[in-house]
């Protein structure tokens, strides 16, 4: 048995001893949001004044009690800083009464740290109910049993099972165990038995208005507020094994819940002294596990929604029942921050296939979007790169067709890198400020200006002052010159002998550019939002700007939302001239089927639009002049490819008759 337990020690970190000051005592506050303090015993000169803060909110844990201590898996739990207090403010422990229900160190030192508890409630849930809470109630547990008797045989034999059933434990529930120092000699655990729902799960959170401290029965007005989760914190078992476990007495034990009351843990404690009550005498921690694990949410009626609270309703229930729940702002963060990094660990450990390559990979590999859509890194990167190149970064967003929603410029630069980030950035700053109406581009610098109400802008680099309309020097009381009157203007000094060659080259870039806008707007039209020049080659009127996304009509080029601004009459949605070409390609071909439909002596109408056609000879493969669809004479289907359905396998293309 030693040989055994030093094996399993070696895996294992040794806590360093603890020092204790001679003047300044180390205590945790046990007050909890109920107000309710548990006894606990005066501390003796043996051991330690330093009590620790449980490792997740509200959980108690049991402290470094003795000079050295293990952790299952190697793992150590993070405590916050104790708070320190002097001798002189806690008083002689001589005073205090070692019966149950007097007031513990904690308690006295909590009344003077009441106001700055209240300010802070978010550390709540650390403070209350410590490690000092868990051995107070170990401690009135074996008060208020007597332990049997027994002859060192036994007492040999019940040590062996303790020890083979935490061997047990630790190898089905792995790192969810944690086995802690001893008590007293006495071996403790704690196990974090996680509740996975069926399926997502509603949580209901109540808060009592009025501000009472009333009973759980009493009648007020509540606020609640639902949520739904998949994944809930874990039910915290924390057991001390007496000498006389399993053949006497059962395990003592708490429970520690973040989402319920005293009173429902209560109720779980309740079940599991009837399971040791059914089988007394044989190892238990097992059966009380699985329980919690599979039956405790149907055993307390939470199959479909979970009551978080009430709050503010002070209750009383068993002594070994250690609630976490603090208040509506600190619960409900917490069970939504606990659901999505348990729903994010669990897509992480799975695989998983992408929607754009349709490829299988680990959930490492993919990114998630904040609309839950997810795509492998790869093409993530490629999709975002390409719209970067094309300068499309207005469509760079979630891939899903039918989705659209945003992606994150975090997690951008993550999939970008720094230099494909940044030309991102500027990108967007471009579009930005293309989209903004007010904004002109000073013609020396290109430095972007504020255009006041009188169409001028001063640049803020160098200074310029010019006209928004025509981009040259502001001319107050002047009309703006023409492209067509400028144009003419640098053409005849193009001529002149008085200009350098330089300025020369800079006027012909002038006319350059001026004859390439006329040429552009001679069959397009401008974006009313970022006056991008836009052509139709065919189609509607109602036209889509690539590059900002607004939608505008190209007959009067006013931007639109939808397809009631042809609905007036002011516009036409397709041009006369398009409606012209469309009937002149189809009146042949509807005179010729008519002549034939008439003299036809076999025929049969379109299975699309029951227009009647004529069979032309021999020929089963039938032509709709109306709809244009081709299908079948005899099995009267339509056909999408003659070659597969003419054959060996299918009809017959020619047929008498």
Same mark, same amino acid.
């Given at each position: ?12 970190? /040794?806590?360093?001893?603890? *020092? ?162 001893? /008590? @007293? ?34 009648? &007020?007005?509540?606020? &609640? ?22 053949? *006497? ?13 005293? &009173? ?70 917490? =069970?939504?921050?606990?659901?999505? !990094? ?10 998983? !296939? ?68 940044? /030309? ?26 504020? !255009?006041?109400?009188?169409? /001028? ?27 067509? =009157? ?38 397009? @039209? ?8 836009? &052509? ?85 493969? =039938? ?35």
């Amino acid at each position: 048995m030693n040989n055994r337990s030093g094996r399993r020690g070696q895996h294992h970190r /040794h806590r360093r001893p603890l *020092q204790i000051d001679e003047e300044v005592w180390t205590v945790k506050p046990l007050t909890d949001h109920h107000h309710l303090s548990p006894p606990c015993s005066p501390p003796s000169d043996d051991s330690s004044a330093t009590a620790t803060a449980p490792t997740i909110a509200s959980v108690p844990t049991i402290g470094t009690r003795q000079n050295s201590g293990r952790v299952s898996k190697n793992r150590r739990a993070r405590r916050p800083k104790p708070m320190s207090v002097n001798k002189s403010e806690v008083g002689s422990l001589n005073s205090l009464d070692s019966q149950l229900g007097s007031l513990s160190i904690a308690e006295k030192v909590n009344e003077k740290e009441e106001e700055k508890e209240e300010e802070d409630r978010t550390e709540v849930s650390e403070s209350s109910e410590g490690v000092d809470g868990v051995l107070s109630r170990w401690e009135e547990l074996q008060l208020g049993v007597q332990e049997p008797e027994l002859s060192e045989q036994q007492l040999r034999i019940n040590d062996q099972l303790q020890e083979d059933e935490l061997l047990a434990m630790e190898s089905i529930y792995g790192d969810n165990v944690f086995i802690l120092e001893r /008590h @007293k000699g006495l071996r403790c655990f704690q196990i974090h038995i996680h509740i996975e729902a069926p399926g997502e799960i509603a949580m209901t959170a109540k808060l009592n208005l009025s501000g009472d401290l009333k009973t759980e029965n009493d009648s &007020s007005d509540d606020f &609640s507020y639902s949520f739904k989760v998949q994944y809930l914190p874990p039910i915290i078992l924390t057991c001390l094994l007496p000498k006389s476990y399993p053949s *006497q007495l059962p395990p003592y034990f708490t429970i520690s819940v973040k989402w319920l009351d005293s &009173s429902r843990i209560s109720n779980l404690c309740s079940k599991l002294d009837s399971i040791w009550m059914e089988q007394p005498g044989q190892e238990v921690i097992y059966q009380w596990v699985e329980w919690l694990h599979c039956f405790s949410l149907s055993h307390l009626g939470f199959d479909k929604e979970i009551f978080l609270g009430p709050y503010g309703i002070r209750q009383a229930g068993d002594r070994r029942a250690f609630s976490g729940i603090v208040s509506l702002d600190v619960d409900v963060p917490l =069970m939504k921050s606990y659901n999505d !990094e348990r729903q994010h660990e669990n897509f992480q450990k799975n695989l998983h !296939e992408c929607c754009i390559c349709f490829m299988d990979y680990a959930g490492t590999e993919f990114i998630r979007l904040p609309c839950q859509h997810f795509f492998c890194w790869k093409c993530m990167k490629t999709f975002s790169e390409m719209h970067i190149k094309e300068g499309t970064i207005s469509k760079l967003h979630c891939p899903d067709a039918k989705c659209g929603g945003m992606v994150p410029p975090p997690l951008l630069k993550r999939v970008l890198g720094d230099e494909e980030y940044e /030309h991102w950035e500027s990108l967007m700053l471009q579009k930005t400020l293309e989209s903004m109406t007010d904004v002109a581009y000073c013609p020396r610098c290109e430095t972007p200006s504020i !255009e006041d109400e009188d169409q /001028h802008a001063q640049c803020s680099k160098c200074f310029f002052s010019f006209c928004t309309l025509c981009r040259e020097r502001r001319h107050v009381g002047i009309a703006c010159m023409s492209p067509e =009157m400028k144009l003419r203007i640098l053409q005849e000094r193009q001529t002149s002998s008085q200009l350098k060659e330089d300025q020369k080259r800079k006027e012909r870039e002038m006319i350059n550019e001026i004859l390439s806008v006329k040429k552009i707007l001679s069959d397009a @039209k401008q974006c009313p939002s970022c006056k991008m020049a836009i &052509s139709k080659t065919e189609g509607c009127n109602k036209m889509v700007c690539e590059n900002c996304g607004q939608y505008f009509c190209y007959q009067c080029n006013q931007a639109i939302d939808g397809y009631d601004h042809f609905k007036d009459g002011r516009c036409d949605l397709f041009p006369q001239e398009v409606i012209r070409e469309w009937v002149e390609r189809i009146n042949p071909r509807q005179v010729l089927g008519q002549i034939q439909a008439e003299h036809a002596q076999h025929g049969l109408p379109c299975p699309n639009c029951r227009q009647f056609n004529a069979k032309v000879d021999n020929n089963n493969h =039938m032509f709709c002049w109306a709809c244009q669809n081709h299908y079948c004479y005899l099995c009267k289907q339509i056909v999408r490819r003659s070659a597969q359905h003419f054959g060996p396998k299918g009809c017959k293309q020619h047929t008498v008759g």
